[in-house]
Protein backbone atom coordinates (compact mmCIF):
# COMPACT_ATOMS: atom_id res chain seq x y z
CA UNK A 1 0.00 0.00 0.00
CA UNK A 2 1.76 3.63 -0.69
CA UNK A 3 1.53 5.90 1.97
CA UNK A 4 1.50 9.52 1.96
CA UNK A 5 2.73 11.33 4.90
CA UNK A 6 1.99 15.16 4.83
CA UNK A 7 5.05 17.02 5.44
CA UNK A 8 3.66 19.46 7.90
CA UNK A 9 2.14 16.65 10.20
CA UNK A 10 2.87 16.70 13.83
CA UNK A 11 3.67 19.25 16.23
CA UNK A 12 3.94 23.09 15.39
CA UNK A 13 6.42 25.54 17.08
CA UNK A 14 4.12 26.63 19.56
CA UNK A 15 2.87 23.01 20.69
CA UNK A 16 6.81 21.71 20.69
CA UNK A 17 7.66 24.75 22.80
CA UNK A 18 4.76 24.45 25.44
CA UNK A 19 5.80 20.53 26.18
CA UNK A 20 9.13 21.20 26.39
CA UNK A 21 8.85 23.94 28.75
CA UNK A 22 6.80 21.73 30.76
CA UNK A 23 9.58 18.73 30.96
CA UNK A 24 11.68 21.29 31.30
CA UNK A 25 10.43 22.37 34.56
CA UNK A 26 9.94 18.63 35.48
CA UNK A 27 13.51 17.92 35.06
CA UNK A 28 15.03 21.10 36.74
CA UNK A 29 12.83 22.02 39.34
CA UNK A 30 11.79 18.53 41.20
CA UNK A 31 11.76 19.89 44.60
CA UNK A 32 8.51 22.07 43.45
CA UNK A 33 4.98 20.99 42.37
CA UNK A 34 4.59 22.01 38.65
CA UNK A 35 0.96 22.67 37.94
CA UNK A 36 -0.23 23.42 34.23
CA UNK A 37 -3.54 25.51 34.27
CA UNK A 38 -5.28 23.51 31.69
CA UNK A 39 -4.34 20.60 29.26
CA UNK A 40 -0.67 22.40 28.08
CA UNK A 41 -1.99 21.12 24.59
CA UNK A 42 -4.57 18.77 23.76
CA UNK A 43 -3.60 15.18 23.66
CA UNK A 44 -4.41 12.87 25.98
CA UNK A 45 -1.46 10.61 25.34
CA UNK A 46 0.89 13.88 26.40
CA UNK A 47 -0.31 14.44 29.18
CA UNK A 48 -0.73 11.24 30.76
CA UNK A 49 2.92 10.94 30.36
CA UNK A 50 3.34 14.36 31.84
CA UNK A 51 1.03 13.81 34.78
CA UNK A 52 2.69 9.99 35.20
CA UNK A 53 6.48 12.07 35.34
CA UNK A 54 4.66 14.57 38.21
CA UNK A 55 2.73 17.54 36.64
CA UNK A 56 -0.44 18.21 37.70
CA UNK A 57 -3.45 19.55 35.08
CA UNK A 58 -5.84 22.20 37.03
CA UNK A 59 -8.71 22.22 34.74
CA UNK A 60 -10.71 24.81 36.81
CA UNK A 61 -10.38 28.45 38.10
CA UNK A 62 -11.63 26.50 41.33
CA UNK A 63 -8.51 24.07 42.09
CA UNK A 64 -5.95 26.69 40.83
CA UNK A 65 -7.54 29.63 43.43
CA UNK A 66 -6.22 26.21 45.82
CA UNK A 67 -2.90 26.32 44.75
CA UNK A 68 -0.52 28.37 47.30
CA UNK A 69 2.76 27.32 46.26
CA UNK A 70 4.84 25.72 43.38
CA UNK A 71 5.33 26.57 39.52
CA UNK A 72 1.85 27.39 37.57
CA UNK A 73 2.59 26.74 33.46
CA UNK A 74 0.29 28.94 31.56
CA UNK A 75 -1.17 26.31 28.92
CA UNK A 76 -0.26 26.67 24.76
CA UNK A 77 -3.61 28.56 24.48
CA UNK A 78 -3.20 31.11 27.03
CA UNK A 79 -5.40 32.85 29.43
CA UNK A 80 -7.10 35.49 29.84
CA UNK A 81 -5.19 38.92 31.30
CA UNK A 82 -7.04 38.17 35.17
CA UNK A 83 -5.53 34.47 35.37
CA UNK A 84 -1.45 36.33 35.61
CA UNK A 85 -3.54 39.31 37.85
CA UNK A 86 -4.45 36.72 40.07
CA UNK A 87 -1.44 34.26 39.99
CA UNK A 88 0.76 37.72 40.74
CA UNK A 89 -1.41 38.69 43.18
CA UNK A 90 -1.12 35.08 45.22
CA UNK A 91 2.79 35.26 44.55
CA UNK A 92 2.60 31.80 42.85
CA UNK A 93 5.65 31.75 40.28
CA UNK A 94 4.43 32.01 36.74
CA UNK A 95 5.68 30.10 33.52
CA UNK A 96 4.24 31.12 30.75
CA UNK A 97 4.25 28.62 27.74
CA UNK A 98 1.55 30.41 25.69
CA UNK A 99 2.34 30.17 22.42
CA UNK A 100 3.99 33.65 20.64
CA UNK A 101 1.52 33.56 17.74
CA UNK A 102 -1.26 33.67 20.40
CA UNK A 103 0.62 35.98 22.39
CA UNK A 104 0.72 38.07 19.84
CA UNK A 105 -3.39 38.27 19.09
CA UNK A 106 -3.43 39.49 23.20
CA UNK A 107 -1.14 42.14 22.32
CA UNK A 108 -3.28 43.59 19.41
CA UNK A 109 -6.97 43.43 21.18
CA UNK A 110 -5.86 44.82 24.06
CA UNK A 111 -3.89 48.19 21.69
CA UNK A 112 -7.12 48.13 19.63
CA UNK A 113 -9.59 48.11 22.52
CA UNK A 114 -7.48 50.72 24.31
CA UNK A 115 -8.09 52.66 21.15
CA UNK A 116 -11.06 52.60 21.34
CA UNK A 117 -12.35 50.24 18.64
CA UNK A 118 -14.87 46.85 19.25
CA UNK A 119 -12.92 44.23 18.36
CA UNK A 120 -14.47 41.15 16.30
CA UNK A 121 -12.51 37.23 17.07
CA UNK A 122 -13.36 34.80 14.76
CA UNK A 123 -13.43 31.43 15.91
CA UNK A 124 -15.04 28.95 18.39
CA UNK A 125 -16.08 30.83 21.33
CA UNK A 126 -16.43 27.54 23.60
CA UNK A 127 -11.99 26.88 23.14
CA UNK A 128 -9.58 28.10 25.53
CA UNK A 129 -7.98 30.17 22.90
CA UNK A 130 -10.61 32.24 22.15
CA UNK A 131 -11.70 32.47 25.92
CA UNK A 132 -8.38 33.87 26.46
CA UNK A 133 -8.20 36.14 24.03
CA UNK A 134 -11.40 37.35 24.63
CA UNK A 135 -10.28 38.34 28.15
CA UNK A 136 -7.35 40.81 26.97
CA UNK A 137 -10.04 42.55 24.86
CA UNK A 138 -11.83 44.90 26.67
CA UNK A 139 -15.70 45.23 27.15
CA UNK A 140 -16.30 45.77 23.66
CA UNK A 141 -15.79 42.09 22.16
CA UNK A 142 -17.75 39.85 20.09
CA UNK A 143 -16.68 35.97 19.17
CA UNK A 144 -18.37 34.79 16.18
CA UNK A 145 -17.79 31.42 14.05
CA UNK A 146 -20.65 31.57 10.93
CA UNK A 147 -22.52 34.03 9.35
CA UNK A 148 -25.64 33.72 11.43
CA UNK A 149 -23.20 34.91 14.18
CA UNK A 150 -22.44 37.88 12.17
CA UNK A 151 -26.04 38.59 10.64
CA UNK A 152 -26.87 38.88 14.78
CA UNK A 153 -24.21 41.59 15.79
CA UNK A 154 -25.96 45.08 16.00
CA UNK A 155 -22.78 46.96 14.92
CA UNK A 156 -23.60 50.76 13.82
CA UNK A 157 -21.93 51.76 10.00
CA UNK A 158 -19.65 54.41 11.90
CA UNK A 159 -18.62 52.04 14.27
CA UNK A 160 -14.63 51.63 14.34
CA UNK A 161 -13.94 46.97 14.38
CA UNK A 162 -11.02 45.23 14.75
CA UNK A 163 -11.06 41.67 13.36
CA UNK A 164 -8.48 39.13 14.61
CA UNK A 165 -8.80 34.91 14.23
CA UNK A 166 -8.70 32.11 16.05
CA UNK A 167 -4.79 30.92 15.18
CA UNK A 168 -6.29 27.57 13.85
CA UNK A 169 -10.11 28.66 12.23
CA UNK A 170 -10.29 27.55 8.69
CA UNK A 171 -8.48 29.93 6.45
CA UNK A 172 -11.15 29.98 3.64
CA UNK A 173 -14.21 30.05 6.32
CA UNK A 174 -12.25 33.29 7.98
CA UNK A 175 -12.20 35.03 4.53
CA UNK A 176 -15.70 34.22 3.86
CA UNK A 177 -16.81 35.73 7.32
CA UNK A 178 -14.73 38.85 6.79
CA UNK A 179 -16.36 39.40 4.03
CA UNK A 180 -19.94 39.41 5.75
CA UNK A 181 -18.25 41.60 8.09
CA UNK A 182 -17.27 44.14 6.07
CA UNK A 183 -20.84 44.41 4.81
CA UNK A 184 -21.67 45.72 8.68
CA UNK A 185 -19.36 48.56 9.15
CA UNK A 186 -17.31 51.19 7.18
CA UNK A 187 -14.62 51.30 9.16
CA UNK A 188 -12.94 47.45 9.62
CA UNK A 189 -9.81 46.66 10.06
CA UNK A 190 -8.88 42.96 9.30
CA UNK A 191 -5.79 41.18 10.63
CA UNK A 192 -5.27 37.30 9.54
CA UNK A 193 -3.82 36.34 12.54
CA UNK A 194 -4.35 32.64 11.49
CA UNK A 195 -0.77 31.36 12.17
CA UNK A 196 0.94 30.55 9.11
CA UNK A 197 1.86 26.25 9.97
CA UNK A 198 -1.91 26.21 10.15
CA UNK A 199 -2.86 27.18 6.75
CA UNK A 200 0.44 25.50 5.23
CA UNK A 201 -0.67 21.88 7.05
CA UNK A 202 -4.85 22.86 5.61
CA UNK A 203 -3.35 23.46 1.74
CA UNK A 204 -1.50 20.56 2.06
CA UNK A 205 -4.59 17.99 3.69
CA UNK A 206 -6.41 19.26 1.48
CA UNK A 207 -4.36 18.85 -1.73
CA UNK A 208 -3.16 14.93 -0.30
CA UNK A 209 -6.78 14.24 0.04
CA UNK A 210 -7.00 14.89 -2.92
CA UNK A 211 -5.30 12.99 -4.82
CA UNK A 212 -5.34 9.50 -1.97
CA UNK A 213 -8.37 6.59 -2.30
CA UNK A 214 -8.45 7.43 2.04
CA UNK A 215 -7.32 10.04 4.33
CA UNK A 216 -5.89 9.55 8.40
CA UNK A 217 -6.34 12.61 10.05
CA UNK A 218 -4.61 11.68 13.53
CA UNK A 219 -5.12 13.93 16.70
CA UNK A 220 -6.76 14.54 19.86
CA UNK A 221 -10.07 14.78 19.76
CA UNK A 222 -10.72 17.89 21.74
CA UNK A 223 -7.86 19.27 18.94
CA UNK A 224 -9.44 22.42 17.76
CA UNK A 225 -6.93 22.32 14.66
CA UNK A 226 -7.30 18.98 13.67
CA UNK A 227 -10.96 18.83 13.41
CA UNK A 228 -10.57 21.56 11.00
CA UNK A 229 -7.58 19.38 9.30
CA UNK A 230 -10.77 16.32 9.16
CA UNK A 231 -13.30 18.67 7.73
CA UNK A 232 -11.05 19.85 4.74
CA UNK A 233 -9.81 16.62 4.41
CA UNK A 234 -13.56 14.98 4.41
CA UNK A 235 -14.96 17.57 1.58
CA UNK A 236 -11.79 16.33 -0.60
CA UNK A 237 -11.95 12.59 0.37
CA UNK A 238 -15.06 10.63 1.34
CA UNK A 239 -12.70 8.12 2.89
CA UNK A 240 -11.66 9.77 5.32
CA UNK A 241 -11.06 8.69 9.11
CA UNK A 242 -10.22 11.03 12.38
CA UNK A 243 -8.06 8.81 14.72
CA UNK A 244 -6.10 9.49 17.76
CA UNK A 245 -4.12 6.54 18.40
CA UNK A 246 -3.50 3.49 16.34
CA UNK A 247 -6.15 1.26 18.13
CA UNK A 248 -8.99 3.59 16.95
CA UNK A 249 -8.23 2.55 13.15
CA UNK A 250 -10.47 -0.04 11.90
CA UNK A 251 -7.63 -1.67 8.80
CA UNK A 252 -10.74 -3.38 7.56
CA UNK A 253 -11.71 0.04 5.84
CA UNK A 254 -7.97 0.28 4.15
CA UNK A 255 -9.29 -3.83 2.60
CA UNK A 256 -9.38 -2.09 -1.01
CA UNK A 257 -7.28 1.21 -0.78
CA UNK A 258 -4.19 0.90 -2.94
CA UNK A 259 -2.95 5.13 -2.08
CA UNK A 260 -3.90 6.40 2.14
CA UNK A 261 -2.29 9.80 3.22
CA UNK A 262 -1.83 10.47 6.59
CA UNK A 263 -2.03 14.00 8.36
CA UNK A 264 -2.31 15.37 11.67
CA UNK A 265 -2.48 17.58 14.09
CA UNK A 266 -0.52 20.39 15.74
CA UNK A 267 -0.60 18.37 19.12
CA UNK A 268 0.16 14.89 17.90
CA UNK A 269 3.47 13.59 18.81
CA UNK A 270 5.46 12.23 15.95
CA UNK A 271 5.85 8.76 17.32
CA UNK A 272 1.47 8.26 17.29
CA UNK A 273 2.37 9.57 13.52
CA UNK A 274 5.27 7.21 12.73
CA UNK A 275 3.59 3.81 14.49
CA UNK A 276 0.15 5.06 12.54
CA UNK A 277 2.13 5.25 9.42
CA UNK A 278 4.29 2.08 9.62
CA UNK A 279 1.30 -0.41 9.88
CA UNK A 280 -0.37 1.34 7.19
CA UNK A 281 2.41 0.78 5.49
CA UNK A 282 2.95 -2.48 5.83
CA UNK A 283 -1.21 -3.67 5.91
Known amino acids: MKVILAKTAGFCFGVQRAVDTVYDQL ?153 IISEKSYYVSVLNTICNATKERQAEARSIAEEVDAMIVIGDKHSSNTQKLFEICAKACKDTYYIQTLGDLNFNQLGSVETVGITAGASTPNNIIEEVQNHVRIF
Open 27 to 179: NNNSDKMIYTYGPIIHNEEVIKDMTARGAKVLRTEEELDAVTEGTVIIRSHGVEKRIYEKLKKKGISIVDATCPFVKKIHNIVQKESAEGKTIIIIGDPRHPEVAGIRGWAGEHVYVVQNREDIENLALDKNEQVCVVSQTTFNYKKFKDLVE
